[in-house]
């Protein structure tokens, strides 16, 4: 088990220190990193290295100005005054309330919100 270690230096890839491991992994290296344990008096050189390859796409971030469905206990009046002064709107065919996603999250609302 290593003890404890700093590091000290770290090469991104093709940077000087990186070239032997740069022709050794290839594209696969990201960078080396020089630790240095205290305990042993020795440095450890580390390479971070790609494993593995997949496509992904982000996920877009939803319209801060959609509005959202959340629901307001009976008993929280001092939130659903709040939720009234800010613009909020009761639908009592679903029983809930809606309003703005910005709204809500600055409300601190995002924990309600209902799934679709």
């Known amino acids: 088990m290593l003890g404890c270690m ?33 305990d042993r008096r020795e440095r450890i050189k580390t ?7 997949a496509v992904w796409q982000r996920r877009e971030a939803p319209d801060a100005s959609a509005p959202v469905r959340f629901r307001i206990g009976d008993e929280e009046d001092l939130l659903r005054r709040a939720v009234l002064l800010a613009g909020g709107r009761w639908d009592e065919e679903s029983d809930t309330w809606t309003l703005s996603r910005r709204t809500a999250t600055a409300l601190g609302l995002s924990s309600r919100l209902c799934k679709r």
């Open 6 to 38: 700093r590091t000290l230096l770290t090469r991104r890839s093709g940077q000087p220190g990186t070239k032997k491991l740069l022709t050794r992994y290839g594209d696969d290296l990201i960078c080396v990193r020089y630790r240095y344990d205290a």
């Open 47 to 53: 390479v971070e290295i790609v494993v593995d390859r």
